[in-house]
């Protein structure tokens, strides 16, 4: 299980992990595969290349499905590594490419990864603190200002926050759809700091 610190100003994780790879079925089978699932989010318009993001650590990656692929839209869950579904892994997709459509699209996949398996994401709600003496971490979040999270810290400070339904219900927001959409502005953008998706899903235990 993966945490961020109390305090995200404290870690220096911040960097992208440059030993990560994809391995597709191409790739030599006596090397360490990755990130093996993922799901499908779009299409690029011209081609017959996929866009997924790995379920785990939410990298964005391109491939070609196998002809015998039948179901190739938005939520259809793969694997890497079948002969079946992926033709061959193409490499890994450049978010600030992304137009509209696909993020959102993106955003909605996200979304469903984070509600189906919420930790390490809730830990973000769970143990998120100032990251100055001006900004709390709880500021990153999309339409949320000084105010509600202060807001959002005194109900966290007497509330259960065990579950996302526990969360929305002190907030008036869907937590893991606000989290996503923090995720999509930082795969989208690769200058956004602090970066939420590393801290949360690839820094080193």
Known sequence: MKWMPSSILSSNRLGLNEQYTIRGPLMDDDEEKEEVDAVIFAQETDSNIHLAVTREQFRLVRFRPAVAMVERGPGVTIALDDLNQVDHVVGTCKGERLDELAQEQLTDVLTSLIKESPEPHIGFYRRAGPLNLKIHAFQL????????????????????????????????????HSLAVRYVEELTDEILKPRLVELLLRAPV
């Not at 509600?148 to 907030?171: H, L, P, Y």
């Open 141 to 176: 979040l999309p339409g949320v200002g000084k105010r509600t999270a202060n807001e959002m810290k005194n109900a966290r400070d007497i509330g259960d926050w065990s579950t996302f339904e526990s969360i929305e219900k002190d907030v008036g927001f869907d937590p893991a």
